[in-house]
């Protein structure tokens, strides 16, 4: 492992643990260069996933893309990080043993949107206004109306 601070090679092992879910084993690292301390994180990785953009680009696909967009959605709510990062694991490894090493990014952010909405509503509208590219209010409102509906039996809708 390269040492963050001073690039070198030359790292130690000082402490593992996994974390609470048993899913992530966290490595206390040294670097014996430099006697810089940090952490990395190991996580299993069931294959080696491709995203298939929109325009038909093939891109690895990236975990961390993957949380950095959950938190913008989920920016200034009250939900804890460690649900986020469960539910990232879970959508991820939802996505690795789903036989396909290609998945088109309109399926991740299907999967990603039935997770939010499962977890918080607003982060659900944010994110689908971006997924879906909304351009007027009534894009809003249908989404509204979806999440709103939810709750209602079917044969008591409008």
Same mark, same amino acid.
């Given at each position: 492992?390269?040492?963050?601070?001073?690039?070198?090679?030359?790292?130690?092992?000082?402490?593992?643990?996994?974390?609470?879910?048993?899913?992530?084993?966290?490595?206390?690292?040294?670097?014996?260069?430099?006697?810089?301390?940090?952490?990395?994180?190991?996580?299993?990785?069931? &294959?080696? /996933?491709?995203?298939?953009? +929109?325009?038909?680009?093939?891109? *690895?696909?990236?975990?961390? !893309?993957? $949380? &950095?967009? /959950?938190?913008?959605?989920? +920016?200034?709510?009250?939900?804890? *990080?460690?649900?986020?990062? !469960?539910? $990232?694991?879970?959508?991820?490894?939802?996505?690795?043993?789903?036989?396909?090493?290609?998945?088109?990014?309109?399926?991740?952010?299907?999967?990603?949107?039935?997770?939010?909405?499962?977890?918080?509503?607003?982060?659900?509208?944010?994110?689908?206004?971006?997924?879906?590219?909304?351009?007027?209010?009534?894009?809003?409102?249908?989404?509204?109306?979806?999440?709103?509906?939810?709750?209602?039996?079917?044969?008591?809708?409008?």
């Amino acid at each position: 492992m390269r040492c963050p601070s001073c690039s070198s090679l030359d790292t130690q092992v000082k402490d593992s643990r996994p974390t609470e879910d048993s899913s992530v084993i966290r490595r206390r690292r040294v670097c014996l260069a430099c006697n810089f301390r940090f952490t990395t994180f190991e996580r299993v990785q069931l &294959r080696e /996933l491709t995203v298939i953009k +929109r325009n038909g680009r093939r891109v *690895p696909f990236d975990r961390d !893309k993957l $949380v &950095r967009s /959950l938190q913008i959605s989920l +920016r200034k709510r009250p939900v804890d *990080p460690e649900r986020v990062e !469960k539910m $990232v694991s879970t959508i991820v490894r939802e996505l690795e043993s789903g036989g396909e090493a290609e998945v088109s990014s309109e399926a991740i952010g299907e999967i990603v949107m039935e997770h939010l909405r499962q977890l918080d509503d607003v982060a659900y509208v944010r994110f689908a206004s971006v997924y879906r590219d909304f351009r007027e209010a009534k894009d809003f409102e249908a989404v509204l109306g979806e999440l709103s509906d939810e709750g209602v039996p079917a044969n008591v809708r409008k």
